[in-house]
């Protein structure tokens, strides 16, 4: 089932890639009512930000929390488009690296290209999965991720390995998408939105559970800010208005959690 889910996801991130736009954190509902939600902030006032590399597929800024220096080495998990790996390149400056990681090859190309089209030195594109990440033990200073972990799988072990590349002494900073409480039925088991990053989505107690269980310490919840789904949007996937109208009802939600972790 995992397997499939990767496909599923790489299959629609792909898509993003190909046709240059996403559709916020659901890149598969392009061309439906979903199009114009979405979960991303703005990086209109972000030093370094690179439009032509921003799909909108963010629920955060983890840059924002994550105490990068100069000289650092950073690893972008998910990097897409290379986004956020552009934004922490002008922290670390000439004397630092940024390695974005992405498991879908249209993504490392896309990025690539904007490497090259904007003119980074400081910066590489890998093709791999979280879960096996393809560095050495001990090698980077700052991990940083947006809305990327909720797509695994299997988080704990992708937090192990988080926990296995990072330094003694490093951290991370992470955006990511939360559930608190019970989303309707329709909803967790769509597929679609398993890639739009809500149903793949562990609770919030269940996520800091997996961070601490890869050995992390000192965590820390730098953001929280409950998402608004359109109604036409949640409408796709319950079964009926009424089921919207006690979902609406309820204190369940989706959250956009930032958190900050240290090894």
Same mark, same amino acid.
């Given at each position: 089932? *995992?397997?499939?889910?990767?496909?599923?996801?790489?299959?629609?991130?792909?898509?993003?890639? #190909?046709?240059?736009?996403?559709?916020?954190?659901?890149?598969?509902?392009?061309?439906?009512?979903?199009?114009?939600?979405?979960?991303?902030? *703005?990086?209109? #006032?972000?030093?370094?930000?690179?439009?032509?590399?921003?799909?909108?597929?963010?629920?955060?800024?983890?840059?924002?929390?994550?105490?990068?220096?100069?000289?650092?080495?950073?690893?972008?998990?998910?990097?897409?488009?290379?986004? +956020?790996?552009?934004?922490?390149?002008?922290?670390?400056?000439?004397?630092?690296?940024?390695?974005?990681?992405?498991?879908?090859?249209?993504?490392?190309?896309?990025?690539?290209?904007?490497?090259?089209?904007?003119?980074?030195?400081?910066?590489?594109?890998?093709?791999?999965?979280?879960?096996?990440?393809?560095?050495?033990?001990?090698?980077? +200073?700052? *991990?940083?991720?947006?809305?990327?972990?909720?797509?695994?799988?299997?988080?704990?072990?992708?937090?192990?390995?988080?926990?296995?590349?990072?330094?003694?002494?490093?951290?991370?900073?992470?955006?990511?998408?939360?559930?608190?409480?019970?989303?309707?039925?329709?909803?967790?088991?769509?597929?679609?939105?398993?890639?739009?990053?809500?149903?793949?989505?562990?609770?919030?107690?269940?996520?800091?559970?997996?961070?601490? #269980?890869?050995?992390?310490?000192?965590?820390?919840?730098?953001?929280?800010?409950?998402?608004?789904?359109? +109604?036409?949007?949640?409408?796709?996937?319950?079964?009926?208005?009424?089921?919207?109208?006690?979902?609406?009802?309820?204190? #369940?939600?989706?959250?956009?959690?930032?958190?900050?972790?240290?090894?």
């Amino acid at each position: 089932m *995992s397997q499939e889910i990767k496909e599923h996801v790489k299959e629609a991130y792909t898509r993003v890639a #190909n046709s240059g736009a996403g559709c916020g954190c659901g890149p598969t509902a392009c061309g439906s009512p979903a199009q114009d939600w979405t979960l991303s902030e *703005s990086y209109s #006032n972000v030093n370094g930000y690179e439009a032509e590399a921003d799909y909108a597929l963010g629920c955060g800024i983890p840059t924002e929390h994550a105490k990068i220096k100069k000289g650092d080495t950073v690893l972008d998990l998910g990097s897409g488009a290379g986004n +956020d790996v552009f934004v922490a390149s002008r922290i670390v400056g000439d004397t630092g690296h940024v390695i974005g990681v992405d498991m879908t090859e249209a993504m490392i190309e896309k990025a690539n290209e904007n490497k090259q089209k904007l003119d980074y030195d400081n910066v590489d594109f890998v093709l791999g999965e979280i879960e096996n990440l393809p560095l050495r033990d001990n090698s980077i +200073d700052v *991990s940083v991720s947006n809305c990327v972990l909720n797509l695994v799988p299997d988080k704990e072990k992708a937090y192990q390995e988080v926990y296995r590349v990072l330094k003694p002494g490093g951290h991370f900073s992470m955006s990511d998408i939360v559930l608190r409480g019970n989303l309707p039925k329709g909803i967790m088991e769509a597929a679609e939105m398993y890639a739009g990053c809500i149903s793949g989505a562990l609770q919030q107690e269940e996520y800091i559970k997996a961070i601490k #269980n890869a050995g992390f310490k000192n965590i820390t919840i730098t953001k929280e800010r409950e998402i608004e789904m359109p +109604d036409d949007v949640l409408l796709q996937y319950v079964c009926c208005p009424e089921e919207l109208e006690k979902f609406k009802a309820s204190d #369940n939600a989706v959250i956009s959690l930032g958190v900050y972790a240290e090894k």
